[in-house]
C-alpha cells in the first residue's frame, strides 16, 4: 500500500475551534500534517465557536497551543518557520450554534474563501462541540445549504459521545441521515487512528504464522484492558452523567473487540473492513437483564494511591452526589457466537484510578496437551502462553513463552520477544491518531470511521447491562434497599468481583508490565 498520501485542497471548518480538543489535538495534528507536506497548498482552517476573536487572534492562540504542545510532547524546538507558513492557513469566524443569522455568515465567509484560495470548493466540517449541539449544528448547515454545497464534497465528522443509548444513537442517526448521505458521515474514534491499533489487522492478516492459531483451537480466552491512572479530579459533574461503561465501552473497547475478532474481509477497504467488524458486534451474546451480575461487574474506587498521587474516593470527589450508582470501573465477560470464537470468553475491563495508564489486548494461548515441564516452584504457577498488543504506552507486541533456563537443572521460565514500535522505527515515526484520521477523512478513507450499524450495535449490547442494572436498583428500591457498589482502593486493579469473574473459568487477569517495570 502506498503509505505516501497528500490530501486534496479543501476548507476545513471546526465547530468549537476554541475549546480544548481543537487546542490540544486537531490543530497540533493538522500542523504535523502541515510539516510532513501532507496537506494541499489549498487547504484552509476555518474555526468557528461564540468566542469572539478576529482572525489574528485566534491564530496567535493557536500559535501559543502549538508550543506548549511541542514542549510537552516532543524534545525538538519548535518549527518557527513551518508555523508562519500554517499560521496563513488559519482563519476565525464567531458565531452561535443555534443562530441561523450566524450560519449565513460563516455561508458567505466559506463562499469568500472559495473564491480567494484554491479549495475547489472541498468543505470538511467537524464538530468538536458537545453532543447537545450536534443537531442545531448539522440543522443549520443543511438550512443555508451547506449540506451539500458543491462544486466538490462535503464530509461531516462527529465526535463522540455518540449518543448515551441505543434509542438516542438512533435518533441521532436518523436526524443525521436527513442532512447528509451517510458515505458523508464520519463517526470518530480517535483509538482506531493508534499505530497498535492498526497493527491489529497487518499482524492477524498479514502473517501466515498467526492466523491459522487465531481461533478457539489454539486461543484459551482474550483480555482487553483499558486503564487510566487518574480519578475524575474535576470532571465528576460530566463524568457521573457517564460512567465507564458509556464512557470506554460502548466505543473504544467495543472496537478493540471487534478489531480482535473479526473475520478477514475480502478486500482491504471500507466497507468490507466494517462488515466484518458488525459481523463481530452482532454476535456478541446478549444478556439476560435480571443475570447481568454474573457476567458484569461494576465498582467505584475508594480514596488511595494511584499514578503517585493520593486520590479521594470516588464518592468524595467534587460534584459527585453522595448516593452516586455511577460505575468508575467495569469488567465484562463476554461470549461471541460465531464459529471462530464458540467457547472462548474474552474479558475486558476498564476503570480509573487503576495503578497505570495502559491499553493492551493479550490473546491467552491453550496450553499443550500434557505438561511435561513445569515452572520453577519460586515463580509460582505455570500462565499461558501469550500474545500482547500493547496500544498505550510503550507501543509494543510482545510474545510471552517458555525457555529452559541455564544450568544443570531443567528449570523452566517465561521469556519474551519484544516488537517495540520506538526501537523499530525511532520515537518521531509514532504519530497522533488525529492526523491519520483527519487525513483520512480529507481523502475519503473511512475505513478507520465507525458506520451507523456498528454505533448501534454497540450501543444495543451496552444498552443490554444498563437495563439490567436498572432493573436491579428498581427491585431493591422496592424493597426500601440500594444497592451498594463494590469498592477497590485507588491504586490497585479493581475490585475482588472482578477476579471471581475470571477465577470462575480458571482464569485470571493478566497484570501490565511496562517497560521501565522489565
Known amino acids: 500500500m502506498n503509505s505516501r498520501r497528500t490530501a486534496p485542497p479543501n476548507l476545513m471548518v471546526v465547530f468549537g475551534a476554541s475549546g480544548d480538543l481543537a487546542k490540544r489535538k486537531l490543530l497540533p495534528a493538522l500542523f504535523h500534517l502541515y510539516r510532513q507536506k501532507l496537506l494541499h497548498k489549498g487547504f484552509l482552517v476555518l474555526g468557528y465557536a461564540r468566542t469572539a476573536l478576529t482572525d489574528e487572534a485566534f491564530r496567535e492562540q493557536i500559535g501559543e497551543a502549538l508550543r506548549e504542545h511541542q514542549a510537552a510532547e516532543h ?11 500554517f499560521a496563513q492557513t488559519l482563519f476565525y469566524q464567531t458565531g452561535g450554534y443555534d443562530d441561523r443569522s450566524a450560519f449565513e455568515a460563516l455561508s458567505t465567509r466559506i463562499a469568500e474563501l472559495d473564491a480567494a484560495h484554491p479549495t475547489q470548493g472541498n468543505h470538511l466540517f467537524y464538530l468538536a462541540t458537545p453532543p447537545n449541539v450536534f443537531a442545531p449544528i448539522t440543522t443549520l448547515l443543511a438550512e443555508v445549504g451547506l449540506a451539500h454545497a458543491g462544486p466538490g464534497w462535503t464530509r461531516l465528522i462527529v465526535e463522540k459521545p455518540f449518543g448515551h443509548d441505543l434509542a438516542s444513537a438512533q435518533q441521532l442517526n436518523d436526524h443525521l441521515l436527513q442532512l447528509f448521505d451517510e458515505e458523508q458521515l464520519y463517526r470518530i474514534d480517535h483509538y482506531l487512528g493508534k499505530e497498535t491499533v492498526q497493527n491489529i489487522l497487518v499482524f492477524r492478516f498479514g502473517n501466515g504464522i498467526f492466523e491459522p492459531i487465531w481461533n478457539r483451537n489454539y486461543v484459551d480466552h482474550v483480555q482487553i484492558t483499558v486503564s487510566e491512572s487518574l480519578g475524575v479530579g474535576t470532571r465528576g459533574g460530566y463524568y457521573d452523567k457517564s460512567g465507564a461503561i458509556r464512557d470506554m465501552v460502548q466505543n473504544h473497547m467495543m472496537q478493540l473487540v471487534a478489531l480482535t475478532a473479526m473475520e478477514p474481509p475480502v478486500t482491504y477497504d471500507a466497507e468490507s473492513v466494517r462488515n466484518q467488524k458488525v459481523n463481530v458486534l452482532r454476535s456478541i451474546r446478549p444478556l439476560d437483564p435480571l443475570e447481568v451480575n454474573k457476567w458484569v461487574v461494576r465498582a467505584q474506587y475508594a480514596a488511595g494511591t494511584a499514578g503517585g498521587e493520593e486520590i479521594p474516593g470516588y464518592l468524595e470527589a467534587e460534584g459527585i452526589p453522595p448516593t452516586s450508582t455511577t460505575e468508575t470501573y467495569v469488567a465484562w465477560k463476554l461470549e461471541i457466537d460465531n464459529w471462530r470464537w464458540n467457547g472462548v470468553p474474552f474479558y475486558i475491563r476498564t476503570g480509573k484510578a487503576l495503578p497505570t495508564k495502559v491499553t493492551e489486548v493479550n490473546i491467552m494461548f491453550r496450553r499443550p496437551p500434557l505438561m511435561y515441564f513445569n515452572s520453577r516452584e519460586a515463580r509460582g504457577p505455570r500462565v499461558h502462553n501469550s500474545l500482547t498488543l500493547r496500544i498505550q504506552p510503550d507501543e509494543s507486541i510482545i510474545l510471552n513463552f517458555d525457555a529452559k533456563r541455564p544450568g544443570p537443572q531443567l528449570d523452566v521460565e517465561q521469556v519474551s520477544m519484544d516488537f517495540v514500535y520506538s526501537s523499530a522505527f525511532g520515537d518521531s515515526t509514532i504519530s497522533d491518531a ?14 478507520l470511521f465507525i458506520r451507523r450499524d456498528e454505533t448501534e450495535l454497540a450501543w444495543d449490547r451496552v444498552t443490554n447491562v444498563l437495563e439490567g442494572w436498572g432493573i436491579q436498583e428498581e427491585i431493591l428500591r422496592r424493597r426500601g434497599k440500594t444497592l451498594p457498589l463494590p469498592q477497590y482502593a485507588a491504586g490497585t486493579w479493581g475490585p475482588i468481583e472482578s477476579d471471581d469473574l475470571l477465577a470462575h473459568n480458571g482464569h485470571q487477569w493478566h497484570e501490565p508490565v511496562l517497560s521501565e517495570e522489565r
Open 75 to 85: 524534545s525538538d524546538a519548535f518549527d518557527e518557520a513551518a508555523w508562519q507558513g
Open 434 to 447: 488525529y492526523e491519520r484520521l483527519l487525513l483520512d477523512a480529507m481523502l475519503g478513507d473511512s475505513t
